[in-house]
């Protein structure tokens, strides 16, 4: 129970440190693409753009970032994915995003929404998202080696499949897996109970 809190607190303070970044990303993009770099020029920007209506529309800009990002599978484990998965679900969410606003340009009349502006929020936010969630893995990676973040599971199979996945949790501790019990496929009756247990 303990390990599941810690996990959904973790999910949540990734989900929450997304959801800041996209927020001053969008800022950061907005100042540059307005050219109002200096901080009394950004202010004025800002106070033209500070309606309710707008601030109505940048709620809903941040509920789909978190939509898109959990569609995306941001918040799914990624212990044994590969870097190249990671940086397409990133590409592919920041783009998604992007192309929302796009379309969004011209029903909302977003002034602000310029060609420039979409570019500069699409690679800023691409390299940020990157580089915030690499940087997360190696601490994650120490972490585990220490017996922290730590996920229990049970290995259903057979053969050498299933013996090359046993090895591999057991040699590599920085995955994070603890194996529990070991069920061999050939145990199971056709009811899915296994053999002996009630």
């Known amino acids: 129970m303990l390990i599941s809190y810690r996990r959904h607190a973790l999910i949540m303070l990734t989900r929450l440190f997304d959801l800041a970044a996209v927020c001053v990303i969008f800022l950061i993009a907005l100042a540059i693409s307005s050219h109002a770099l200096s901080w009394p020029g950004f202010a004025e920007v800002l106070v033209m753009r500070i309606k309710v ?7 809903a800009y941040i509920m789909l970032c978190s939509i898109i990002f959990s569609a995306c599978g941001f918040y799914r484990s990624h212990r044994l994915s590969h870097w190249k998965q990671r940086l ?3 590409l592919f969410a920041v783009t998604l995003i992007t192309v929302m606003l796009l379309v969004l340009r011209w029903p909302l009349s977003l002034a602000f929404d310029t060609n420039e502006f979409l570019l500069v929020f699409w690679f800023i936010t691409c390299c940020a998202l990157m580089l915030s969630h690499e940087i997360v893995r190696p601490l994650m990676y120490l972490a585990r080696l220490r017996g922290r973040n ?15 996945l046993i090895d591999r949790l057991r040699q590599e501790a920085s995955l994070g897996y603890r194996i529990l019990r070991i069920i061999d496929a050939r145990e199971l009756t056709t009811n899915g109970r296994i053999a002996g247990d009630i």
């Open 88 to 90: 397409s679900e990133i």
């Open 150 to 164: 730590m996920r229990n599971v049970i290995i259903v199979g057979e053969g050498s499949d299933a013996t090359a």
């Open 53 to 59: 209506i707008n601030l109505l529309l940048f709620m």
